[in-house]
């Protein structure tokens, strides 16, 4: 099956009123069972289209379910990405506003900042290893527009892979000065510990999961830039949150992100 333009376009405006409105639908494999990858890339890409031409810029990309823990939590297999909006971030110790969200869930992230283009098919992890300019830590705050937060791959890929709201900072480092595969977690609710994790958990390594983006891109004949953030996806399951949450991160390394909801 193929869909038209104009279908694209009424899948986009469905998913972004729901994100930019805070309320559920339900997913589009539902109405459009057939819909491809392609397709499901088309519906992103447009509802990206349509904030940079209503003025946002985008400040980044993310990866999603790179990590087994995510994989099992969402029972989807298949590693996704999406973008990040300036809307979408928050600073360090910022305030998170759940009445814009819908049932906000937080991931402790690894992100990377490119320093060179790095473009597909065939960029494998020394490829990012040798364009690496500094890793942060970074908390991605992820909300499905989907009903009960349930969804297949290709419905999640419409939907800007659960984008939503993320807050980096902390201590940048360059990549020599880390081992990215031992780089250990700790994510803190209201001060208890609730999930502890290491870098090994994103795809062994968070530079595979920046290689997988860029061939993923490449695939839509994009490549990416030079400067980009990139978050890897979240080396633990996600974690939901309500208005009074304290979330704190330690991130060996790489210093804490705090952030409250209200
Ligand atoms: C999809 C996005 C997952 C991650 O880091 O794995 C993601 C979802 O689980 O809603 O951002
Ligand atoms: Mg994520």
Not at 190 to 196: R, S
Not at 238 to 248: I, N
Not at 252 to 261: A, E, P, R, Y
Request: glycine share 8%; charged share 25%; net charge negative.
């Amino acid at each position: 099956m193929s869909l038209d333009k104009e279908t694209i376009g009424k899948i986009a405006t469905y998913l972004e009123d729901a994100e930019l409105n805070a309320y559920e639908v339900t997913k589009i494999t539902d109405d459009y069972p057939d819909i491809t990858w392609d397709e499901c890339l088309d519906v992103q890409w447009e509802i990206r289209r349509r904030k940079e031409a209503r003025g946002h810029k985008i400040v980044g990309m993310k990866m999603g379910l790179t990590s087994v823990a995510k994989m099992r939590q969402m029972g989807v297999e298949t590693p996704c990405y999406g973008f990040l909006a300036d809307y979408f971030s928050i600073p360090e110790g910022g305030e998170v506003k759940t009445s814009e969200l819908i049932h906000p869930k937080v991931e402790a992230e690894i992100a990377i900042v490119t320093s060179k283009e790095l473009s597909g098919p065939g960029c494998h992890i020394g490829n990012v290893m040798s364009a690496i300019d500094f890793v942060m830590p970074a908390v991605e705050i992820i909300d499905s527009r989907y009903k009960d937060f349930k969804f297949d791959v290709l419905s999640v890929i419409a939907d800007n892979s659960s984008s939503s709201r993320f807050v980096t900072g902390g201590r940048a480092r360059n990549a020599d000065e880390l081992d990215m595969k031992t780089l250990g977690v700790v994510m803190e609710i209201n001060g208890e510990v609730v999930e502890v994790a290491a870098g090994a958990a994103i795809l062994g390594n968070p530079a595979a999961s920046v290689a997988m983006l860029v061939n993923l891109l490449a695939e839509r004949g994009e490549v990416l830039p030079a400067g980009s953030f990139v978050m890897s996806g979240s080396m633990t399951p996600a974690v939901a949150v309500k208005a009074g949450d304290a979330v704190t991160v330690r991130y060996q390394d790489l210093g804490s992100l705090t952030m409250k909801f209200v």
